[in-house]
């Protein structure tokens, strides 16, 4: 399993604006609060070969799930891994945000099958894809869960919007969303949005719009 690693100015203005006109001028595929747009075939392969280099390994060519999305919203703890696609590689990368700036938290606990999606404290959501379940990761069979309590500050820093019950075992950082960085790492650690401590609505967060995009790691 890959280390996680954000590389920061790893693409410059010019394409930071390109991948920005590929997302406004692409149709949306899910009209929803997350406006996601799908990439291109060539726009997959060009990320793959600036990735390469940055992780020492070979990626696969072609799409294997991921899109360009806009959202004001922080997304739940899930994981992406889909076993159909063998895709264990997330590149996400920033492009534009508006204050106040979230962070991607990547928690050191795997979940090794298919993606879900935990409800935590809430209704179990209806999701088709990163499937919703019930309940918090430490009621599952995660890997590396801890047996300790959330660090009291990194509950308060960014996940605040969830019980700290509901975060037992889990470990972590969060990464900020910050354009032209890319943030590499194995998407069967589980991961979700920061959240901000002192906003009205936990939920929300300073617009972001950015890519992410899944790979298979070759060698
Ligand atoms: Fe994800």
Redesign the pocket.
């Known amino acids: 399993m890959i280390n996680t690693v954000q590389v920061v100015d790893s693409i410059n203005l010019e394409l930071i604006n390109e991948l920005l006109n590929e997302y406004h001028s692409g149709s949306l595929v899910e009209n929803n609060h997350m406006n996601k747009v799908l990439p291109r075939e060539e726009t997959v392969n060009l990320i793959a070969e600036i990735v390469e280099p940055m992780i020492g390994r070979k990626l696969s060519r072609g799409y294997r799930g991921g899109n360009f999305y806009k959202h004001i919203w922080s997304?739940d703890l899930?994981t992406?891994y889909k076993t159909w696609l063998d895709n264990t590689l997330?590149v996400v990368i920033p492009l534009e945000f508006v204050e106040p700036q979230a962070s991607l938290v990547i928690f050191d606990q795997v979940w090794e099958l298919d993606s879900v999606t935990w409800s935590m404290n809430r209704p179990v959501p209806y999701l088709t894809f990163n499937i919703g379940v019930k309940g918090c990761p430490y009621e599952y069979p995660v890997k590396n869960l801890t047996a300790q309590d959330v660090d009291d500050k990194f509950h308060q820093t960014h996940l605040s919007r969830f019980p700290k019950e509901c975060c037992f075992g889990l470990s972590g950082e969060a990464y900020l969303f910050q354009p032209g960085s890319m943030i590499i790492f194995d998407?069967r650690r589980i991961?979700c949005t920061s959240n901000l401590p002192d906003t009205l609505d936990p939920w929300k967060i300073g617009q972001k719009t950015g890519l992410?995009l899944r790979y298979k790691v070759l060698d």
Do not use: G, I, K, R
Request: hydrophobic share 0%; no cysteine.
């Open positions: 997304y899930h992406d997330n998407n991961h992410s």
